[in-house]
């Protein structure tokens, strides 16, 4: 019975969390919201109440993220509207003005861009920072690529709408 409040109280996580707004809450709301969820999903996991989890989203997991959200959400909030660097998140806005095709073509064409890259640029030069590190460097490798592909929609005005 316990169990199942706590389910259905933190569900409510899942819905309350996405409306956070930097201009209304300011950085400080923020900064709180993101120190509570970090540290509430962490009490709930240590004490043995309810594990962090992400595979199943359990309410620890909701909290914690959350908390983890609302600190990146602050720390932009703060680099981009309170100092005004507006440059820097280009390569994020040009992701976000078209998630939607971003999230289709890194499933679509993930493998096919990763083997023609290890086809054209050679297998071995991925392991430039050794072997342990071959998948870091091909993942950034193709993430650069998924990107240019969003660039070129961009500089078209080619945004997927729903």
């Excluded at 309350?16 to 970090?38: F, K």
């Excluded at 095709?101 to 499933?107: G, L």
Aim: hydrophobic content about 60%.
């Amino acid at each position: 019975m316990g169990e199942r409040a706590l389910d259905a109280s933190l569900a409510l996580g899942t819905k309350v969390l996405p409306i956070a707004d930097a201009r209304r809450w300011g950085r400080v709301g923020l900064l709180a919201a993101a120190a509570i969820g970090i540290a509430a999903g962490l009490l709930l996991h240590v004490t043995g109440i309810c594990p962090v989890v992400k595979r199943i989203w359990t309410p620890s997991w909701v909290l914690f993220s959350g908390g983890w959200c609302c600190l990146l959400l602050a720390a932009f909030y703060a680099f981009t509207d309170l100092r005004d660097w507006r440059r820097w998140p280009f390569p994020l806005l040009v992701i976000g003005a078209n998630s939607i095709a971003a999230y289709v073509i890194a499933h679509l064409f993930e493998s096919f861009i990763m083997s023609a890259l290890k086809t054209n640029l050679g297998a071995n030069s991925f392991k430039v920072l050794g072997p342990a590190y071959e998948p870091l460097v091909l993942g950034a490798a193709t993430l650069l690529v998924l990107w240019l592909m969003l660039l070129w929609m961009w500089w078209r005005k080619i945004f997927l709408r729903i």
